[in-house]
C-alpha cells in the first residue's frame, strides 16, 4: 500500500459527460501528479500541483482541468468525454521539498470506461 | 524538452536467464528512478540512483545509472515469473521534482 488514495476505482460514463477524479496524497507530502495511461501503453504526465499550487503542465486537454485543495487533495476533472479518453488516470505524490530525491508513489488508479 | 528511450520495449524469456533493460537520454537527469507495473495497478519504486556511476543492487536487481547521469541499466540475475511486469525509467530534471519524466517501458515477460 503506497500511501495515495484514488476515489473511484472505476467509472463507466457517455460520451460527452463529465466526470470528477479524486486523489488523496500519503500524509507529508505536498505534491500532486497526474498521469493518463491508455491500454499498452506509458505514462502520459498531465498535470502537477505543489502545495496548492500548479507547478508543471504536461499534454492535458483544455477539456481536462485539476486542482489541488488546503487539504492537499487533488482533483481532475475531464468535461466533453470522448471515447478516446478511456484510460487508467493515475495520481502520484512526493514530498515535493527542494534538494531532496523525489520519489514518486502511485495510487491503485480509476478505470476510466467511455461509452 | 527531456525525453527518455527504453529498449527493449519488450522482451520475453525463459525462468533463470539474465537480462538488462535500458534507459537513455539526451538530457542530464538529478536522479533516476526505476519502476515495475502490473496490468491494472499503479507503478511501484524500486530504486532510485542519484550519483553518476552509481549501482545499487535489490537482491537479484542491479541497477547502474551512467557517469554522464544521462542513462541507466536494469539488469536482472536468473529471472522469475515474478519479475514480470512493465518496467518504467523515470528521470528528474530538477531539485523541486519538476521534469519529471517517464520512459516509455519495458514489458518483460518470464515463462516458466
Known amino acids: 500500500d503506497s500511501g495515495v488514495t484514488q476515489t473511484p476505482k472505476h467509472l463507466i460514463t457517455a460520451t460527452g459527460q463529465r466526470v470528477t477524479l479524486r486523489c488523496s496524497p500519503r500524509s507529508g507530502d505536498l505534491s500532486v501528479y497526474w498521469y493518463q495511461q491508455s491500454l499498452d501503453q506509458g505514462l502520459q504526465f498531465l498535470i502537477q500541483?505543489?502545495?496548492?499550487?500548479?507547478?508543471a503542465k504536461g499534454n492535458i486537454l483544455e477539456r481536462f482541468s485539476a486542482q489541488q485543495f488546503p487539504d492537499l487533495h487533488s482533483e481532475l476533472n475531464l468535461s466533453s468525454l470522448e471515447l478516446g479518453d478511456s484510460a487508467l488516470y493515475f495520481c502520484a505524490s512526493s514530498s515535493g521539498t527542494s534538494g531532496i530525491v523525489h520519489e514518486q508513489y502511485f495510487g491503485p488508479g480509476t478505470r476510466l470506461t467511455v461509452t | 524538452t527531456q525525453l527518455l528511450e527504453q529498449s527493449p520495449q519488450f522482451l520475453s524469456i525463459q525462468e533463470g536467464e539474465n537480462l538488462t533493460v535500458y534507459c537513455n537520454s539526451s538530457s542530464v537527469f538529478s536522479s533516476l528512478q526505476w519502476y515495475r507495473q502490473e496490468p491494472g495497478e499503479g507503478p511501484v519504486l524500486l530504486v532510485t540512483?542519484?550519483?553518476?556511476?552509481e549501482v545499487k543492487k535489490l537482491k537479484r536487481l542491479t541497477f547502474q545509472f551512467g557517469d554522464a547521469r544521462k542513462d541507466s541499466s536494469l539488469h536482472i540475475t536468473a529471472a522469475q515469473p515474478g519479475d514480470t511486469g512493465l518496467y518504467l525509467c523515470?528521470?528528474?530534471?530538477?531539485?523541486?521534482?519538476?521534469?519529471?519524466?517517464f520512459g516509455p517501458g519495458t514489458r518483460l515477460s518470464v515463462l516458466p
Open positions: 540512483v542519484v550519483t553518476g556511476g
Open positions: 523515470a528521470g528528474v530534471g530538477d531539485n523541486y521534482g519538476q521534469n519529471f519524466v
Open positions: 500541483y505543489y502545495n496548492g499550487e500548479e507547478r
